[in-house]
């Protein structure tokens, strides 16, 4: 805050010192950049008059928008008028000078208050100083103190305010680079370019959970990673968005980033597991709207950065094995797990939706997949049927009609030989999922 005192004496007031723009340019001062509000607030009518008449206010970018004779009012407009600048005369009745600024600052923080008073007391000066004060001059001053005082503050308030708008703006592109920061972050801390106390600390930074991601998962197609795909860029990016898209969409409730490795790949990072079945509902539905065959690999991460970085790697090496998969057999297997729960579902009815052989289907399903046709459909099925028993009450036989058996007895069969465990079984004790090349 800064202070300054109005000139009087003997009742009356000195001769006004009218300011040019171009004198105010002499004293250093820039045009004003922002238009403030203030208020005169003395018990004496002829001060308030002698200070709203003797300087030139839209020079200084300012406005005098009312008066008050004592405290409460000065307290009052200051509420109902958003007062920018308080002229204060410390000798009020009511409510005196120091005990207006104190409620002034909790009540309308962002005014700013120029004492005017006749008191030349060190208690006074000690008080006004502690309130925030920077200037505290004595009655009479001369128009052209009071007017460089007043620019001097105007100037001050125009600073601050740029800095605001400064901040405001870096915080505002912030916040909206925030989404590419995350992924950047994510992919240094995979490929080992950070130490986990500096992960941990830009976690808080991100406003990310603050702990590492449980889980790593990336999503790989044809030719994604490939430099001499017949693909052109900008088609892989507008794949890449549209999987990105997809998968924001599935992951909606869960805490996590997604991210673009350098080989093209979209990779996430998981706070919290995902439901089982997450892979195949990516690989379906980015199969379903984008048209093309896709692979997911999640892997659940236990040991800290370092088990992270592994889960990261191991991933890759899977997908890396993946694309040595042909599309027959790509298309194959997703046709597979979109049609599990159809009980014509054959070798035959498949091939020919494939519009290849049966014999060359099962031929090339065992050669690429080391696993028959029966086998890959069961795994289908089993996988479903854990899901619906992990996540609903179904009765069994409800499970077996859902995913393709025409009976308990031969669901159950199937079912124990993959688990382990018969379906009762495992709801009442839980066992693991079905490994494979599903």
């Given at each position: 805050?800064?202070?300054?005192?109005t000139?009087?004496s003997?009742?009356?007031?000195?001769?006004?010192?009218?300011?040019?723009?171009?004198?105010a340019?002499s004293i250093?001062?820039?045009p004003?950049?922002?238009s403030?509000?203030?208020l005169i607030?003395d018990?004496?009518?002829?001060i308030r008059e002698?200070?709203?008449?003797?300087?030139?206010?839209?020079?200084?970018?300012?406005e005098?928008?009312?008066?008050?004779e004592?405290?409460?009012e000065?307290?009052?407009?200051?509420r109902?008028?958003?007062?920018?600048?308080?002229?204060?005369d410390?000798?009020?009745?009511?409510?005196?000078?120091i005990?207006?600024i104190r409620?002034?600052?909790?009540?309308?923080?962002?005014?700013r208050?120029?004492?005017?008073?006749?008191?030349?007391?060190f208690a006074?000066?000690?008080?006004?100083?502690r309130?925030?004060?920077?200037?505290?001059?004595l009655?009479?001053?001369d128009?052209r103190?009071l007017y460089?005082?007043l620019?001097?503050?105007?100037?001050?308030?125009?600073?601050?305010?740029?800095?605001s708008?400064?901040?405001?703006?870096?915080?505002t592109?912030?916040?909206?680079?925030?989404?590419?920061?995350?992924?950047?972050?994510?992919l240094e801390?995979l490929?080992?370019?950070?130490?986990?106390?500096?992960?941990?600390?830009?976690?808080?930074?991100?406003s990310?959970?603050?702990h590492?991601?449980?889980?790593?998962?990336?999503?790989?197609?044809?030719?994604?990673?490939s430099?001499?795909?017949i693909?052109q860029e900008?088609e892989?990016?507008?794949?890449?968005?549209?999987?990105e898209?997809i998968?924001?969409?599935?992951l909606?409730?869960?805490p996590?980033?997604?991210?673009?490795?350098?080989g093209?790949?979209?990779?996430?990072?998981?706070?919290?597991?995902?439901?089982?079945?997450?892979?195949?509902?990516?690989?379906?539905k980015?199969?379903?709207?984008?048209?093309i065959?896709?692979?997911?690999?999640?892997?659940?991460n236990?040991d800290?950065l370092?088990?992270?970085?592994?889960?990261?790697?191991?991933?890759?090496?899977?997908?890396?094995?993946?694309?040595?998969?042909?599309?027959?057999?790509?298309?194959a297997?997703q046709?597979?797990?979109?049609?599990?729960?159809?009980?014509?579902?054959?070798l035959d009815s498949?091939a020919?939706?494939?519009?290849v052989?049966?014999?060359?289907?099962?031929?090339?399903?065992?050669?690429?997949l080391?696993?028959?046709?029966?086998?890959l459909?069961t795994?289908?099925?089993?996988?479903?049927?854990?899901?619906?028993l992990?996540s609903?009450?179904?009765?069994?036989?409800?499970?077996?009609e859902?995913t393709g058996y025409d009976?308990?007895?031969?669901?159950?069969?199937?079912?124990?030989?993959?688990?382990?465990?018969?379906?009762?079984?495992?709801r009442?004790?839980?066992?693991?999922?079905?490994?494979?090349?599903?």
């Amino acid at each position: 805050m800064s202070g300054v005192v109005t000139q009087a004496s003997g009742g009356g007031h000195g001769e006004p010192m009218m300011w040019s723009l171009e004198k105010a340019h002499s004293i250093g001062m820039n045009p004003p950049t922002a238009s403030y509000r203030v208020l005169i607030a003395d018990d004496e009518p002829i001060i308030r008059e002698g200070i709203r008449e003797a300087i030139p206010w839209s020079e200084l970018g300012m406005e005098v928008v009312g008066e008050a004779e004592d405290g409460e009012e000065a307290l009052e407009l200051a509420r109902e008028l958003d007062i920018h600048i308080m002229l204060v005369d410390l000798n009020m009745p009511f409510l005196n000078g120091i005990e207006l600024i104190r409620r002034l600052q909790e009540e309308c923080p962002d005014c700013r208050c120029l004492i005017i008073s006749g008191h030349d007391e060190f208690a006074y000066a000690q008080e006004a100083v502690r309130l925030g004060v920077q200037d505290y001059l004595l009655k009479p001053v001369d128009d052209r103190q009071l007017y460089e005082t007043l620019s001097g503050l105007r100037q001050r308030m125009d600073e601050e305010l740029a800095r605001s708008a400064y901040v405001e703006q870096t915080v505002t592109q912030l916040e909206r680079h925030i989404p590419l920061l995350r992924s950047r972050c994510c992919l240094e801390w995979l490929e080992g370019f950070m130490e986990e106390p500096e992960v941990l600390e830009q976690l808080g930074f991100l406003s990310l959970p603050p702990h590492l991601p449980v889980q790593i998962g990336l999503v790989r197609w044809p030719g994604g990673e490939s430099q001499q795909s017949i693909m052109q860029e900008s088609e892989r990016q507008l794949l890449r968005f549209g999987a990105e898209n997809i998968m924001g969409e599935l992951l909606t409730e869960l805490p996590h980033v997604l991210f673009q490795t350098r080989g093209g790949l979209v990779g996430m990072c998981l706070w919290q597991i995902a439901p089982e079945g997450l892979e195949a509902e990516i690989e379906q539905k980015i199969g379903s709207f984008l048209n093309i065959a896709v692979h997911c690999c999640l892997e659940t991460n236990e040991d800290g950065l370092v088990g992270l970085r592994e889960a990261y790697r191991h991933c890759r090496e899977q997908l890396q094995h993946e694309s040595q998969v042909s599309p027959l057999v790509r298309r194959a297997r997703q046709l597979i797990r979109e049609r599990y729960a159809q009980r014509e579902l054959t070798l035959d009815s498949l091939a020919a939706s494939l519009q290849v052989s049966p014999v060359y289907l099962s031929r090339v399903l065992k050669k690429e997949l080391n696993e028959n046709f029966v086998t890959l459909v069961t795994r289908t099925r089993i996988r479903k049927a854990v899901q619906l028993l992990d996540s609903t009450l179904l009765p069994i036989h409800a499970i077996a009609e859902q995913t393709g058996y025409d009976s308990q007895h031969y669901f159950s069969t199937a079912f124990k030989k993959i688990m382990g465990v018969s379906p009762a079984q495992y709801r009442r004790g839980g066992s693991r999922l079905p490994s494979g090349n599903q």
